[in-house]
């Protein structure tokens, strides 16, 4: 997979799984060392690349996010149009974007005041490729999106450019300048190593973009400040545990929604209330409603309220929001309707996940999807007869 130091969470190795009863499309990858330029690429067996973002006239972009959909020894069929299609429908929510939960191959960066982003590939990512086919997004408030394509080789250092012209609306406000700003700079502390210092700095930035969301919701930016409230809740942490003699000692990085934490279901909360134009974040919120009513016990009669609460809402915002809409939805939803012992409407539901995004797997991973539909539909004691009339015919491996 694409590394970089902060990956943890910026890709996860592709494989279906079930995640708290719901199949999600889940990557993981390795963390590895910083940049390598001349010979020392060419002996470190990598594929390093530099992407710039910037302005009609040359000036770096800070802050600006980056979205990589890459093809690897894994899957070699994804598109420029895969990743233009993910730009059009989501880049008004790339503030929302962190991983790899809007597409499984997405790997997503931020710029730092150079407007520059690092990734790298190593020889794993081959296997016996001669080429990787990579797409580059660049996504920065007040400007166009653009992308762009690269093949590239191992052992080489590539370069990319990305010039965005303005979007022609008015003038972004400048706290959220300073928050695209601050957010970089988070990722890049991470690329200096563990340490006291780190998690120190870190906390200020947490306390300064903290500070960004109250001015903003105090200036009326509701939208604003529901983008820098849910990046608090995901903002990266230092870890921190009690050493073999009782003394505070350094644990690792954590990044991502941790139920267990009060601050941060907080502002994930806020952002929620304060979002009036994000359909995922209505969708997420609605979820969690129906979670907490028991919607994933799946299993019998008990939460079948829930459950018809989640399709009747879950149908209405693809409804509202037929291009909006994640992904994502679709994974809950076929798994509701089965529950409900509404077989056709899962299958359905199947069908018109992948009709709206085929590239979220490779045709392998279709096919096990319909395999745990059909298993999932057995153990309810029905008989499966599900087909995505256009998907490819199953590869065997026999």
């Not at 590239?152 to 300048?177: C, V």
Request: net charge neutral; with cysteine.
């Amino acid at each position: 997979m694409a590394h970089t130091k902060v990956g943890d969470w910026l890709r996860l190795r592709k494989r279906l799984s079930w995640e708290v009863g719901v199949l999600a499309a889940l990557l993981g990858q390795q963390v590895h060392g910083g940049a390598l330029e001349g010979f020392k690429t060419l002996l470190s067996n990598k594929l390093e690349y530099t992407i710039a973002v910037t302005d009609s006239k040359g000036r770096p972009l800070d802050g600006a996010t980056v979205w990589v959909l890459a093809n690897d020894v894994s899957r070699q069929d994804l598109t420029p149009d895969d990743l233009a299609r993910l730009v059009r429908r989501y880049s008004a929510d790339a503030d929302y974007v962190f991983t790899n939960r809007l597409h499984a191959n997405l790997i997503v960066l931020h710029t730092t005041d150079t407007g520059k982003a690092k990734l790298h590939f190593d020889k794993r990512d081959f296997g016996t490729l001669d080429a990787l086919t990579l797409n580059f997004a660049a996504i920065k408030r007040g400007f166009l999106p653009a992308v762009q394509s690269s093949v590239a080789k191992l052992h080489s250092n590539r370069s990319l450019t990305f010039a965005l012209d303005s979007d022609g609306k008015s003038a972004t406000s400048p706290l959220l300048e300073e928050f695209d700003h601050l957010r970089a700079l988070g990722d890049k502390l991470l690329e200096s190593g563990m340490s006291e210092q780190t998690a120190a700095e870190l906390s200020k930035l947490q306390t300064q973009i903290r500070e960004i969301a109250v001015k903003l919701e105090a200036q009326g930016n509701a939208e604003g400040a529901a983008a820098v409230y849910y990046n608090l809740a995901y903002f990266p942490a230092v870890d921190w545990q009690p050493d073999a003699g009782g003394a505070i000692a350094l644990k690792g990085y954590s990044r991502g929604f941790d139920p267990q934490s009060p601050t941060r279901v907080a502002d994930r909360a806020r952002a929620w209330d304060l979002n009036k134009t994000h359909p995922w974040l209505e969708f997420e919120h609605m979820r969690e409603r129906e979670v907490a009513r028991g919607l994933m016990v799946f299993v019998g009669q008990k939460n079948s309220e829930s459950r018809r609460a989640f399709i009747t809402q879950t149908e209405r915002l693809i409804r509202e929001y037929p291009d909006r809409m994640w992904p994502d939805a679709f994974t809950l939803l076929w798994r509701a309707y089965n529950a409900e012992g509404n077989f056709a409407a899962g299958c359905g539901t199947l069908q018109r996940y992948y009709a709206f995004e085929p590239s979220s797997f490779d045709n392998a991973n279709w096919w096990s999807l319909l395999d745990l539909y059909a298993a999932d539909v057995r153990m309810r004691g029905g008989v499966p007869n599900c087909v995505i009339a256009q998907l490819p015919s199953r590869v065997s491996h026999h």
